[in-house]
């Protein structure tokens, strides 16, 4: 079985900075491809950033992208999301989520995935 729980969800400015980290128990853990998906109040489920279990495959939602970064430590069965330049609208509860294998072509979307974490909250201030 996998478990995955976040962390470092809070309030910030707009323009301020968090960085969210997804612990991972169970086994293999490098080999699970692992994302990070928000939902707002009153909207879907999305996609935020994705990476691969070895580093690579790294892939972005077109609203965070350069501002957002996802890596991934496997010594510490960790995944983190810094989040910079952040605004009003990317305050939602995200998720980490994770798929055994990988994702291809960038098909990122959550009912691909096998496991999810709680969430955490991130509240943005204007």
């Known amino acids: 079985q996998v478990q995955l729980v976040e962390s470092g969800g809070g309030l910030a400015q707009a323009g301020g900075s968090l960085r969210l980290s997804c612990v991972v128990s169970?086994?293999?853990?490098?080999?699970?491809?692992t994302g990070w998906f928000r939902q707002a109040p009153g909207k879907e489920r999305e996609f935020v950033a994705g990476i691969g279990w070895s580093g690579g495959n790294i892939y972005y939602a077109d609203s965070v992208k350069g501002r957002f970064t996802i890596s991934r430590d496997n010594a510490k069965n960790t995944v983190y999301l810094q989040m910079n330049s952040l605004k009003p609208e990317d305050a939602a509860v995200y998720y980490c989520?994770?798929?055994?294998?990988?994702?291809?072509?960038?098909?990122?979307?959550?009912?691909?995935?096998?496991?999810w974490g709680k969430g955490t909250l991130v509240t943005v201030s204007s």
């Open positions: 169970g086994r293999a853990f490098s080999s699970y491809a």
């Open positions: 989520a994770a798929k055994y294998g990988a994702v291809v072509g960038g098909n990122w979307a959550p009912y691909g995935m096998d496991y």
